[in-house]
């Protein structure tokens, strides 16, 4: 089955405590991104990648790192979390850049206490 | 940048009724797409619509790229409609997709 999956779903954490969120999709998509939607600013870029080894930064990249090691993996690393960045964050693949039909993973929920 | 702007932001129906969702932006774009976020959470791509009419069961959409606008219709509504509606547009100067702020649609049994 074609899909983009996300680790963890739910997560608490507290400021300070480096936390990676995996991210897989199994399409061969050489687009990927992440995402954080918060009630009221709706969906907001964070990093994309292009291609492996290709990543540009979005509309909110402040606090995250992302790597491109492998075309089918795209984690999303926060190395000092804070409570701003509790959110909802969303991976997404699609075969060519935004040029196409794009997946999104299930959802990651993170708390940061 | 570019400006995308959805309407209404909220619709509350009656199941069986039919609606009309618009999304206006302010510039060319080289694609338009739009999904739907269901009560738990969960988005799911209904179109990619850069031009034209596509249909898929009770929902269809119309892109008119020159005027900049498209519509979603959604026929006989069903309570599995319920959600959030979101286009989004890829300016045709850039990669990134830009978002609009998402239709709230509520359908009552």
């Known amino acids: 089955e074609a899909q983009v999956t996300q680790n963890p779903r739910y997560l608490i954490t507290v400021t300070g405590k480096k936390l990676t969120v995996t991210c897989s999709q199994n399409m061969n998509h050489e687009y990927m991104s992440w995402y954080r939607q918060d009630p009221g600013l709706g969906l907001r870029q964070i990093y994309y990648s292009m291609n492996v080894e290709v990543t540009d930064k979005g509309d909110v990249p402040e606090g995250y790192k992302v790597s491109r090691k492998e075309k089918r993996n795209f984690p999303l690393i926060l190395e000092s979390p804070s409570p701003n960045q509790t959110s909802l964050y969303f991976c997404?693949?699609?075969?060519?850049?935004?040029?196409?039909?794009?997946?999104f993973g299930e959802g990651s929920r993170l708390t940061v206490l | 940048g570019i400006q995308v702007e959805q309407s209404p932001p909220d619709l509350i129906l009656q199941e069986g009724a039919n609606s009309t969702l618009r999304c206006n932006f302010s510039d060319s774009v080289n694609n338009l797409q739009w999904f739907h976020q269901n009560p738990w959470g969960q988005l799911i791509n209904l179109f990619y619509i850069p031009s034209g009419t596509k249909q898929n069961g009770r929902l269809s959409a119309t892109t008119v790229a020159t005027e900049r606008y498209s519509l979603l219709y959604i026929s006989s509504s069903q309570t599995t409609d319920s959600g959030v509606y979101f286009c989004a547009v890829e300016h045709e100067s850039n990669y990134q997709l830009i978002w609009g702020a998402g239709t709230k649609l509520i359908i009552k049994p």
């Open positions: 997404a693949s699609s075969l060519m850049s935004n040029t196409g039909e794009l997946f």
